[in-house]
């Protein structure tokens, strides 16, 4: 007879299949216990590098737990640890743990005492624990281990190298039964510089007393900083508020065995690395949650790490980097000004160097500019004096003729008043009227002579003065009119009746005249004698700003295509002209602000104007402002 209730095979075996995959669904547990409490230093450093590669690594979820072996931090272990382990018990009632990691050594030494009691069939991993902590005669192949060994005897030969002159090293250690171990380990690492050094112990001091004596090291001293979990009245203390207060107040540099402190106010030297601890740990840890034995897992135990040293407490302490152990790493070492803005300096620099390079340039320009203008005006000046000389020259038949006059009546004055004087009786009365006429006649001569000079004389460019143009005016014509009345030639001249008061150098507006006048000369050599004239007029403009001079004559004109080429320098219509007399008239008249130009008069003959700025006199200036 067949069962009613017997299962089909295949709806058994998709149970067991559900079953396993919810169990395998579930996340690892692992049991983090602390020696001394969760943020007891170095092993905090050490479990939160754990931590973090832990879940980096793993494969599946996990949950972590965590507690602390406080009893570590009593002078005495307590005799019952029962209520503890009770508690981890209850804590994992449902499920034991697939993991436990006791982090360092007395949470090592707990659960190897208690495994019997203790999940004896859960994985342990010991870790962060000093090789000389572990009892290797209790480990079994449910075990592993990720040890660390300090070497004490290194750490004293640090401070030697880089503080030579050491007499005096202070042990700072606390109370704890852990702290007492390491106390024994320290003096026994401390024999051999005995008689170098003297030694200091902190262990049977309170805190502040340690602080205290930290701030009254003698000279040439040291401190060698272990670890204050508990001092010696039994207080429990943090590591990192010890350390920052120990630094804070200590007189001499400050050395320690482990990172954690490093960058701190630590020296440096030989450290172990917490970095490297905490991930060691978990690489383990990872390996073992992987399903591999614990036992089968052997790593060497982590020791000291090439020295490294805190480039500011070098400084602070006039260590010289010349002492550190060869290999040895310098860190945070300040940037230089230049390190830090590297690439902002290259850059203002870069700047600056275009800038100065710009700057120079202009410079040598400059300077080059101001010697091509100085020598540009000092060839026109020469042009200027070539010009009036070649002018001087063209009229020479006319001066000697000028100068002959005065010349000729002189001698013929004389002559007669040397007869008149040899008369008997002599005719002393029309011999004195003979000599006020030789006196008239040699102040014309000189006169004459003084012209020619001052218009054959080189004028300096600076000679600025403030004169009236009709003078100039006048005196161009007094040398003029001679050549004038050679070339049968009326000169007449309609002048402003108030003062032309213009600035510049007056030997150049006079060289103008004479240039404009003697143009007009050439021009009527064509013209019957009794059709020659020029005529000259000066006036102020109705604007009172500018004057103006105009020179016509009633020659043939110019041709309105060249009333412009006429002032272009080498431009002549003349056999024998230099083409330089207008361009050189045009050339000063702008240089002094003016303007000069060429027209054509309605019937006949040309007229050529020039203006110049005016400078108004201190009563009409009074005027014009009232």
């Known amino acids: 007879m067949r069962s009613a209730c017997r299962p089909h095979p295949w709806l058994a075996l998709i149970g067991l299949l559900t079953t396993l995959c919810a169990a395998s669904a579930e996340p690892q547990r692992v049991l983090l216990l602390h020696s001394f409490g969760p943020y007891s230093a170095p092993w ?63 949470a090592a030494q707990f659960v190897q005492s208690q495994r019997p009691r203790l999940f004896p069939s859960t994985p342990l991993l010991i870790a962060a624990a000093e090789l000389r902590t572990i009892n290797a005669s209790e480990l079994t192949i449910n075990d592993a281990v990720v040890a660390t060994t300090i070497d004490l005897p290194r750490l004293i030969e640090n401070i030697l190298q880089v503080l030579p002159d050491t007499t005096n090293i202070a042990c700072v250690i606390g109370d704890s039964p852990l702290e007492r171990f390491w106390v024994e380990q320290l003096r026994r690492a401390s024999e051999p510089f005995a008689e170098r050094v003297k030694f200091e112990w902190f262990n049977k001091l309170p805190f502040e007393e340690m602080v205290d004596r930290a701030a009254s090291r ?296 004479l240039n404009l006048v003697t143009n007009s000369l050439d021009a009527l050599g064509d013209v019957a004698p009794d059709a020659r004239w020029i005529n000259i007029r000066s006036e102020v403009l109705p604007k009172r700003s500018r004057i103006q001079v105009s020179v016509i004559d009633s020659g043939p004109g110019i041709p309105e295509n060249k009333l412009r080429a006429v002032f272009d320098t080498f431009f002549t219509t003349k056999e024998q002209g230099t083409g330089l007399g207008l361009s050189v008239a045009r050339t000063i008249v702008e240089t002094y602000g003016g303007k000069i130009w060429a027209e054509n008069g309605p019937l006949c003959g040309a007229a050529i104007r020039f203006t110049l700025p005016l400078i108004e006199s201190g009563s009409d200036a009074h005027a014009h402002r009232t």
Do not use: C
Request: aromatic letters at 6%; charged letters at 25%.
């Open 44 to 106: 905090n450093a050490v479990a939160g590098r754990f931590r973090e590669e832990l879940f980096k690594q793993a494969h599946d979820s996990i949950d972590l737990y965590e507690t602390a072996l406080e009893g570590a931090r009593s002078s005495e272990r307590p005799a019952n640890q029962v209520p503890f382990l009770e508690y981890l018990g209850a804590l994992f009632a449902g499920r034991e743990p697939d993991l436990i990691v006791a982090m360092g050594g007395p």
């Open 218 to 513: 003698p000279p040439h001293s040291a401190i060698l900083y272990a670890s204050v979990r508990v001092d010696a009245r039994g207080v429990p203390h943090e590591e990192d508020r010890v350390f920052s207060r120990l630094r804070s107040a200590a007189n001499a540099p400050i050395f320690s065995y482990i990172d954690i402190n490093f960058g701190q106010g630590a020296v440096g030297g030989p450290h172990l690395s917490a970095v490297e601890i905490g991930t060691q740990i978990a690489s383990v840890a990872g390996r073992i949650l992987g399903g591999e034995k614990p036992g089968n897992i052997k790593m060497a135990p982590l020791g000291l790490q090439a020295p490294a040293y805190d480039w500011r407490e070098l400084r602070r302490w006039n260590i010289s980097e010349s002492r550190l152990p060869p290999g040895s790493k310098v860190r945070f070492r300040e940037q230089s000004l230049w390190e830090r803005y590297r690439f902002e300096l290259v850059a203002i620099l870069v700047g600056m160097l275009a800038q100065t390079t710009i700057i120079a340039r202009l410079m040598i320009e400059r300077r080059a500019r101001r010697k091509a203008e100085i020598e540009a005006r000092q060839r026109s000046s020469e042009v200027l004096h070539l010009n009036r000389t070649a002018e001087i020259g063209a009229l020479s038949t006319s001066f000697a003729h000028e100068l002959n006059q005065p010349l000729t009546a002189i001698m013929m004055s004389i002559d007669t008043a040397e007869a008149l004087l040899k008369t008997s009786p002599p005719k002393v009365t029309r011999s004195i009227e003979l000599l006020g006429d030789i006196r008239d006649a040699n102040r014309h001569a000189t006169e004459v002579i003084r012209h020619l000079g001052k218009l054959l004389k080189r004028e300096r460019e600076a000679d600025l003065q403030d004169f009236d143009l009709n003078t100039v005016i006048a005196d161009a014509l007094h040398v003029l009119l001679p050549e004038a009345k050679k070339r049968q030639v009326t000169v007449t001249e309609k002048k402003s009746t108030q003062p032309l008061l213009v600035q510049a150098n007056p030997v150049h507006i006079e060289q103008v005249i």
